[in-house]
């Protein structure tokens, strides 16, 4: 078998060069979650899982001021990393009350420019910190929990110290640190939003995505109609 016969043992990841909104023809349910996805973001042997685990707690703080408790927009949002080294997807869903998909849309932007720029105030990321750290420490000790810990360190590639330092871990991390990793991790300009529903049901917020938007929308089988 001559070289270039060989197949090629590797390959490439080819991220988004612009942010793009995908609808799924899907039936209505009266309410929609919007799932947005920051592909490609976790590069191994840099993350910090920790910053991580922060980002998180620290995105989902200030989305919820904007989208649930001011506006009445949303209900619910969660926010993560996936594990997967490959992938490591960023990921964030909304569970929207109502149809005003431009408006939770530019206020995830509005959040992440926030976050990028430090220009929240001390208290959020002291907030975040000690969510987290009262979180760990009520979890138990159980032999089944204490065997997960030992798996996820395994399977996260996380160092044997990482649970022994995860509150002194925590605590160093500041703003600048936060910063830093934010603009690395969140960037909207290679983001994935995904909408199920119907995008005619949004015609004027449709519209407006669209100036600034790649829009791909797609039948219920899962082909793409334009």
């Known amino acids: 078998m001559e070289k270039k016969d060989v197949p090629e043992s590797s390959y490439k990841l080819i991220p988004l060069n612009e942010p793009k909104i995908v609808f799924f023809d899907t039936i209505p349910t009266g309410k929609t979650n919007i799932k947005i996805l920051f592909p ?22 200030l989305l919820t001021d904007k989208l649930i408790n001011e506006l009445k927009l949303a209900s619910k949002i969660e926010a993560g990393f996936e594990s997967d080294e490959i992938t490591g997807n960023y990921q964030m869903n909304v569970r929207m009350e109502k149809d005003s998909i431009n408006q939770v849309v530019q206020a995830i932007i509005s959040t992440i420019s926030v976050i990028t720029k430090a220009q929240y105030a001390d208290e959020k990321l002291n907030t975040a ?36 330092n995860f509150v002194d871990d925590i605590n160093n991390v500041d703003k600048n640190a936060m910063q830093t990793f934010a603009a690395k991790y969140l960037n909207y300009n290679t983001s994935l939003f995904q909408i199920p529903g119907r995008w005619y049901q949004s015609l004027n917020d449709f519209i407006k995505l669209c100036q600034n938007f790649r829009i791909e929308l797609y039948e219920l089988n899962g082909t793409l109609k334009r």
């Open 129 to 164: 910190k000690t969510k987290i750290i009262e979180n760990f420490k009520t979890r138990n000790t159980s032999d089944e929990y204490l065997s997960w810990l030992i798996i996820n360190s395994e399977s996260s590639s996380l160092s044997n110290e990482y649970y022994a």
């Open 40 to 61: 490609f973001a976790l590069h191994p042997f840099t993350f910090n899982s920790e910053k991580a685990e922060l980002l998180s707690a620290l995105f989902i703080d």
